[in-house]
């Protein structure tokens, strides 16, 4: 759920908006009851997770249209969470676009986006997706798809072949957002342009919606990857077992969802982060990591299993959102790794990290998709 482990190096990560742990006041928009009298009728199941994917292609339309910038900006909530490598989160939509517009994803490429997989919680109001963004460069089309006013770009990322989710490990070509602006094209000190070819980044969604309004992206990361996610034929993200809790508030289900990822981190000091994260999957789970991504629990044990003890992970839950139907929530929070380095001696590296965590028949939060990458410090996410 945190974390990539590239060599001995590991690290971790996501996202969110909606409140400051439980008890804040803020909250996004698709947790609240709407009153009676302006509530639509409920969508079924498959209705809800259509209505999700259809948002999702057309976010992925309006950035390959307008730009990342304005792409993600049309779509996201107010206070909206984005997560890049190597910073802070951006909090808010004037906070995306700007980073964006300066250090767009398109950069020297066309760019495209597709969800491969996605889900959403009992009462269709809150839900989210694992997908792959491609940066292509190749045919001529470098400088083609840059950002309405853009003036360039980190490089899209090269990635890294760890087991675990999206995080970076050194060495590994920037990811967009992981430094500071560049200079306009042509300039001194501007970036080079980025050799042809195709360049892959993958990243999980959480989104929130009114029963009166459309879908809105309430958090967003970018991970790391060296080719693209490739699903089972057998796998399904969807979930028919778990009944709403018609009952539940809002704000006690996230409290119970934190002290479920404060119990995953603790395992994982305990236990290594191996066997935690193996022990809190769920059947269905998604870890976009590894060369084509972790699908159900099986791969999550074959690629985590191995893990050593000697890869501490410890995190803590910061911020989150729960869905008024009891069934699903998410974190957002930080996290430390530390591993033994070349020579042996330990290193240290922060990581941010979003969960989205679905609640079992048994009653029991598993965690049904998990990503992250790089923080600049221990501050945040």
């Known amino acids: 759920m945190k974390q990539q482990l590239a060599g001995a190096v590991v690290l971790v990560s996501l996202v969110t908006t909606a409140c400051a742990g439980p008890g804040a006041s803020g909250r996004a928009p698709s947790t609240e009851e709407a009153p009676a009298a302006t509530a639509k009728a409920a969508l079924s199941p498959a209705e809800a997770r259509e209505s999700l994917r259809a948002a999702e292609a057309a976010l992925a339309d309006a950035m390959a249209k307008k730009g990342s910038a304005e792409g993600i900006a049309a779509s996201a909530a107010p206070d909206a969470l984005l997560l890049l490598e190597g910073q802070y989160t951006l ?7 700007a980073k964006l517009s300066a250090e767009p994803l398109e950069r020297d490429g066309v760019l495209s986006a597709e969800a491969l997989v996605w889900d959403v919680s009992a009462d269709g109001r809150m839900g989210y997706a694992v997908g792959q963004v491609l940066l292509d460069s190749t045919g001529g089309a470098a400088g083609g798809a840059a950002a309405p006013g853009a003036a360039g770009a980190t490089a899209a990322p090269g990635a890294t072949t760890p087991p675990a989710p999206g995080v970076s490990s050194p060495g590994a070509p920037a990811a967009p957002g992981a430094s500071a602006a560049p200079a306009a094209p042509g300039a001194p000190g501007a970036p080079p342009k980025m050799k042809p070819g195709k360049r892959y980044q993958r990243y999980l969604t959480v989104w929130t919606r009114t029963p009166e309004g459309p879908w809105l992206l309430a958090a967003a ?13 057998s796998f399904s ?10 009952s539940a508030a809002s704000s006690d289900v996230l409290a119970e969802v934190f002290a479920a990822d404060s119990a995953f ?25 590894g060369p084509s991504g ?4 099986e791969a999550i044990k074959e690629g985590y299993g191995p893990i050593p003890r000697e890869v501490s992970l410890r995190w803590e839950p910061k911020l989150g959102g729960a869905a008024s139907s009891g069934d699903m929530a998410y974190t957002v929070g930080r996290a430390v790794s530390v591993s033994p380095g070349p020579d042996k001696n330990p290193e240290t590296h922060y990581v941010k990290y979003l969960s989205v965590w679905r609640r079992q028949p048994d009653g029991q939060w598993r965690y049904v998709a998990d990503s992250g990458n790089g923080n600049p410090g221990p501050d945040g996410p």
């Open 91 to 97: 909090r808010g939509v004037d906070a995306i676009r």
């Open 221 to 233: 990361v970018l991970g790391r990857a060296r080719g693209p996610l490739a699903v089972p034929p």
């Open 237 to 246: 993200a969807g979930s028919t077992d778990t009944a709403p809790i018609a």
């Open 265 to 289: 981190s603790e395992q994982s000091a305990r236990d290594g982060m191996g066997q935690a994260f193996v022990t809190w999957a769920a059947p269905n789970a998604v870890i976009p990591g």
């Open 294 to 297: 972790l699908f159900g629990h």
